[in-house]
């Protein structure tokens, strides 16, 4: 068993973050990540890390266009503790070396991005993640922070108790891609989890292959809810045949959209009379989308991006990278043609349920970046909001972890007095999980195990109400029997000869998911993602590894991803379902308003003995020092 | 048990061929003319292709685990080919579709997390940055040259990581400015300058494709250099830490070892002019045992 104070599962900017302020408060931490560090999806990053940082801003205006870019759903503890603490955490990067873009003092450039009211968003070229990702792989090997590289953690070791709030995570199970070894991590102090978004839901994305929710799949089953899953953010522009993000700093620099008729819709069709191009993502992605609806898309798919007339200097000066994309994986040189663009799955508002230290409802979990939910996007994020979360939460969960009074949290995780018990109209019984699914998926045959019946171990997604549960045992046996479980399931997957593979139960929840859980939403489309996401759990109960190896076994791994990807979809689509109104990105066909009366609140999703069950919790929209009052989004 | 993928293949012969120095400009040129001509190139047999229905790979197989796969060979995919179809696209379709063991790592899909450096027909590119349509076809696909072979495609990468470590990539000066909210000053054109070296994303070709590295394993290799140059020409670290740096990369299995053959350069997908860097580092080297003289 490996034993460390503090466990940070995933290296991407959250992570890294995460433990450099844990070894800075004196912690003895270690980084377990699926990949080397560096080949993070926050390398993909392109446009840049929202700072008031110069004359004319303040964190107060970041804050106000945040809470109204999330359409009043984020909560106000959590945006107002992004904007204060995002311009020391920037400069913070840059005198660790990042290469950011300059202006001719000297001083860190910034651009517009959609939905600013000031020109925060400070960039390095339009590669910013991956200038933030190196810089902060570079101050952990500074440190000489100990990382498990590829090392996939399957499931968190949390005691079993009946009240999920009473819970304690010990440490995770991990196991080595490159020679099949299961092993347990103990954390002494607590376990953070950054392991990004699960773009791999859909099948158009623009994430990584290796963002498959894990994260929040982990929790889920381990008791902690998933907070907000139906708002996915899909990006405007994103080339038609990979996906392939044009990142929105090319509209910041003044970049066009135009249909096939040459029309600059996003003003001439009334979408944003004001911002036009610069209006928030969630209001662009509809816009193109009606365009292509209404006969007006080019090939009946896309509409253009065009740069050309920024000139050839101020586009290699700031959006280079852009250039690459755009020839590299669609033959398109942007300097001389527009570029084609459509909307495609981008970023999971949604995610673990946290407040604003990152700390969730089991007590030494936090989760922090894109697999948190501290509530600072709500219903839609604006662009450049994401890095500032990593490195303000990443710290921020990294020093609570470490031992560091962050003072109280005012956000509440879990159930409290306001919480409100929610019902969702299924064409399946939410329980209706296949009984043996367990056994499969996670390994606990418990069913047919007498020793392990009085098992002490809560492993994710086992009866938190079997025998024994008072017995408090010790955190080493806990992270033990979590690791016998999670051998017991990948020697079945691995013993089993025959049945279905995993690949295809992805292509088919892929397929369902960009159908009907995309920017337009029908409350029919929704129920059949949920009758098609249940097939293939029901599906799951069959599956096999074909690859007999121990070594790099690719086919087992992304075979437990799969079972994670499963519970994300259902999650997000559930909440979709529930949410019979239109905020932010969550468009629904037969309820086209806002409607704050009835939700301006949270949709949260646990797990209670392998039957989803819903609630939710109001919006907290009062700040320090003044209330955030709902206002139409017109921009 | 390991293995180290056969050199002797006929791509790997033209390649070596290719290694005649001659300047990084020149280079860039040849480059451009190339692509262009590629480009034309790749209309054309658009157009031709759109008939055909399959691509065929060849993949290199290798599992020390696996009886059946202990001794090295080429399996052989036909795969649905596609307007934009890269080589990761059609390996990804092998596996998804026909052989569920095939193994290579994988990420992002655009160029930017470095985990997909193959051997593609007898040079190292990314799989996700190589269009089916550029290649001449049977596709042959290997892992990388000179790397410890762990299974399939995937290689052993400890050697690189430690020789990038050793050239302590980190950022290091005692100089802060005053004040939480106050940023290091850097002049455009000091960015401009470094701006090449920061790009790296660790994909080990330039040092699969070095002969010196092959033949030294303590060599800094290409990445490691051109990630001291990134330092080592911030203006931000000031110039104690620069000689230090220098110090560092002047060490026997360092700058000097290099015999400017631009292997590197030519196989970079981050355009890194390497061999650039590593000659100016020369320079510099000199400058400074000069003034101690
Ligand atoms: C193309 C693109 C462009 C973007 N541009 C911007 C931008 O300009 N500005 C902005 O603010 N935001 C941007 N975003 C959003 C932002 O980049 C992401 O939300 C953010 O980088 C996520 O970081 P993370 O640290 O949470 O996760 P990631 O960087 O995805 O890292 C996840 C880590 O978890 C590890 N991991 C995952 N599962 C496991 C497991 N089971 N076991 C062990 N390890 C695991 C992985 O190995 C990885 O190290 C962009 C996103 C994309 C996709
Ligand atoms: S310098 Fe270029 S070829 Fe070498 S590791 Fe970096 S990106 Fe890859
Ligand atoms: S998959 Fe990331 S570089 Fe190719």
């Known amino acids: ?169 010990h440490g995770v199970v991990g196991y080595d891609v490159q020679t099949g070894e299961v092993a347990g991590f103990r954390a002494r102090d607590g376990v953070i989890l950054a392991t990004g978004g699960p773009g791999q839901v859909y099948d158009h994305t623009t994430n990584a292959v290796s963002n498959t929710g894990d994260g929040p799949a982990m929790a889920y089953r381990a008791g902690v809810p998933m907070e907000d899953m139906e708002f996915i953010q899909f990006h405007p522009t994103t080339l038609p045949s990979t996906g392939v993000l044009i990142s929105e700093g090319v509209r910041g620099e003044g970049g066009i959209l135009y249909n096939e008729k040459g029309e600059r819709f996003m003003f001439e069709h009334g979408y944003a009379s004001n911002s036009g191009e610069l209006a928030s993502r969630d209001v662009v992605a509809r816009a193109e989308l009606t365009e292509v609806n209404e006969g007006r898309g080019i090939n009946d798919e896309y509409v253009h991006l065009d740069m050309r007339h920024l000139g050839e200097e101020r586009i290699i000066d700031r959006l280079e990278n852009i250039l690459h994309l755009a020839g590299d994986f669609e033959g398109v040189d942007g300097l001389v043609e527009p570029m084609p663009v459509k909307p495609g799955q981008h970023y999971a508002m949604g995610g673990i349920e946290t407040d ?31 890095l500032p979360e990593l490195i303000v939460f990443g710290a921020r969960a990294g020093r609570h972890a470490a031992g560091t009074d962050l003072g109280e949290a005012i956000i509440e995780t879990g159930r409290t007095e306001d919480t409100e018990i929610g019902e969702v109209d299924t064409p399946v019984a939410p329980g209706a999980i296949h009984a043996d699914d367990e056994a499969v998926a996670d390994g606990g045959s418990d069913v047919d195990d007498s020793e392990s019946r009085r098992d002490a171990t809560r492993s994710d997604g086992g009866d938190p109400r079997s025998e024994g549960a008072s017995v408090i045992p010790e955190p080493d046996e806990v992270v033990d029997r979590a690791v016998q479980a999670e051998n017991r399931r990948v020697d079945h997957l691995m013993e089993k000869e025959d049945g279905v593979q995993q690949a295809e139960l992805r292509e088919k929840l892929q397929k369902t998911m960009t159908q009907n859980v995309n920017v337009f939403r029908t409350e029919e489309g929704l129920k059949q993602a949920l009758r098609d996401i249940r097939e293939v759990r029901e599906q799951y109960q069959d599956v096999y590894v074909d690859d007999p190896s121990r070594t790099f076994n690719t086919d087992l791994q992304q075979t437990i991803e799969m079972r994670n990807l499963i519970d994300t979809a259902e999650a997000i689509t559930l909440g979709a379902l529930a949410r019979d109104e239109f905020r932010g990105a969550h468009w629904r066909q037969e309820y086209q308003e806002r409607r704050d009366e009835k939700w301006l609140k949270h949709t949260l999703l646990s797990w209670n003995d392998g039957t989803p069950e819903l609630w939710f919790k109001p919006v907290i929209l009062e700040g320090e020092d003044k209330t955030y009052e709902p206002k139409i989004r017109s921009y | 048990m390991s293995t180290q993928t056969s050199q002797e293949t006929e791509e790997a012969e033209v390649e070596s061929g290719q290694a005649e120095p001659h300047s990084p400009h020149q280079d860039r040129r040849m480059q451009e003319r190339a692509s262009k001509e590629e480009r034309r190139q790749r209309l054309n047999d658009e157009r ?138 850097q002049s455009r054109e000091n960015r401009e300058k470094i701006k090449m070296g920061t790009r790296c994303i660790w994909c080990a070709s330039c040092m699969s494709s070095c002969n010196i590295a092959a033949g030294d394993d303590s060599y800094l290799g290409p990445a490691a250099i051109s990630m001291a140059y990134r330092f080592a020409m911030d203006e931000r670290e000031g110039d104690e830490m620069k000689d230090h740096r220098l110090r560092l990369i002047e060490q026997e299995h360092g700058v000097w070892r290099c015999q400017t053959q631009f292997s590197c350069t030519n196989v970079c997908p981050k355009d890194i002019p390497l061999t650039e860097h590593i000659q100016e580092l020369k320079r510099e080297a000199v400058k400074k045992n000069l003034k101690f003289w």
């Open chain 2, 48 to 185: 031709t292709r759109e008939s055909e229905e399959t691509v065929e790979i060849k993949v290199f197989r290798y599992d020390p685990e696996v009886e059946a796969k202990q001794e090295p060979r080429f399996d052989t995919f036909h795969v649905p080919f596609e307007k934009g179809m890269t080589v990761l696209d059609a390996v990804m379709y092998a596996r998804d579709h026909h052989d569920s063991s095939l193994t290579f790592r994988h990420s992002c899909r655009q160029a930017i997390c470095g985990s997909d450096a193959f051997f593609i027909n007898g040079r190292q590119r990314l799989g996700c940055q190589t269009q089916i349509a550029e290649l001449d076809t049977p596709v042959r696909i290997e892992p990388l040259p000179h790397q410890e072979v762990v299974k399939d495609l995937v290689v052993d990468m400890d050697s690189f990581y430690e020789q990038m470590e050793a050239v302590e990539p980190y950022f290091q000066t005692e100089e802060k400015p005053d004040g939480e909210l106050e940023e290091q000053r």
């Open chain 1, 356 to 386: 604003e230290n990152g700390e969730t409802l089991v007590s030494g979990l936090y989760a922090v970046g894109e697999c948190a939910c501290a509530s600072v996007h709500g219903a839609n994020r604006l662009g450049g909001n994401a």
């Open chain 1, 1 to 169: 068993m490996y034993e460390h104070d503090v466990l940070v599962v995933g290296a991407g900017g959250a992570g890294l973050r995460a433990a450099i302020a844990a070894h800075e408060e004196g912690a003895d931490v270690a980084l377990v990540t699926k990949l080397h560090p560096v080949r993070s999806h926050t390398g993909a990053a392109e446009g840049g890390i929202n700072a008031a940082l110069r004359e004319g801003d303040s964190w107060q205006d970041h804050a106000y266009d945040t809470m109204k870019g999330s359409d009043y759903l984020g909560d106000a503890p959590a945006i107002e503790t992004l904007c204060q603490d995002s311009p020391q955490e920037t400069i913070q990067l840059e005198n660790w070396g990042m290469p950011f873009s300059r202006e001719e003092d000297g001083r860190m450039s910034q651009r517009p991005f959609g939905g600013l009211s000031f020109p925060r968003t400070t960039y390095a070229g339009a590669e910013t993640g991956h200038h933030l990702l190196h810089t902060l792989y570079q101050q952990v090997v500074k440190r000489g922070i100990e990382v498990y590289d590829e090392w996939y953690v399957s499931r968190l070791a949390v005691t079993e108790d009946p009240d999920p709030e009473k819970r304690q995570c």
